[in-house]
C-alpha cells in the first residue's frame, strides 16, 4: 500500500473549511437573534422611529405639490402665483391627504400657503395658521411665499 499523506491533507481542508462555514452561519444566527437587544442598546429604535415620522410627512407634502389638477397644472405651480391660494382641488386634496393619513397620530393639522416666513393665511379647509415650534415643514415656493405643514400631537 502506498502512503496516506495525501488522503490525510485533503480531509483536513474539508474538516476546517467546515468548521469554518459553521462559525460563519452560528454568528450569524445569534446576531440576527440580538439584533432587538443591539438596537435598544445602541438607541437605533427611537431614532429610527423620529426619521420614519418625519420623512413620509415630507414625501407626502412633496407628492401633494407635484399633484396634476384638471387642467395638467402642478398644484406647486397654482400656489407659486402672487394670488395663488388652496381652492376647491389643492383644499379638498389636502384634507384627504394629511388629515386622513396623519389625523390619527397627529391630533393638530393645519396646511396653507403664506407670505415669506412665519406669516400664513389662514383658508376655509384647515381654519387660521399658528405658529409653532415643533411639527413643522415649511417649503420655499418662490421669493416670497411659502406653504407650511404643522403636525402636532
Known sequence: MLSNRGQISDTSMWVVSTIIILVIISSAILLTSLGGEIKETLGLEKSVKINFEKEV??????????????????????????????????????????????GDTFPNIWFGVGEGYFEFRSNEYFGVGYQTQFGSIFIKLNENKWVELILEN
Open 57 to 102: 410627512p415630507y414625501k407626502s407634502l412633496f407628492a401633494f405639490l407635484l399633484t396634476k389638477n384638471s387642467e395638467g397644472v402642478r398644484i406647486f405651480s397654482k400656489l407659486s402665483f402672487p394670488e395663488g391660494d388652496l381652492n376647491d382641488f389643492s383644499g379638498k386634496l389636502a384634507l384627504r391627504i394629511f388629515k386622513n393619513f396623519y
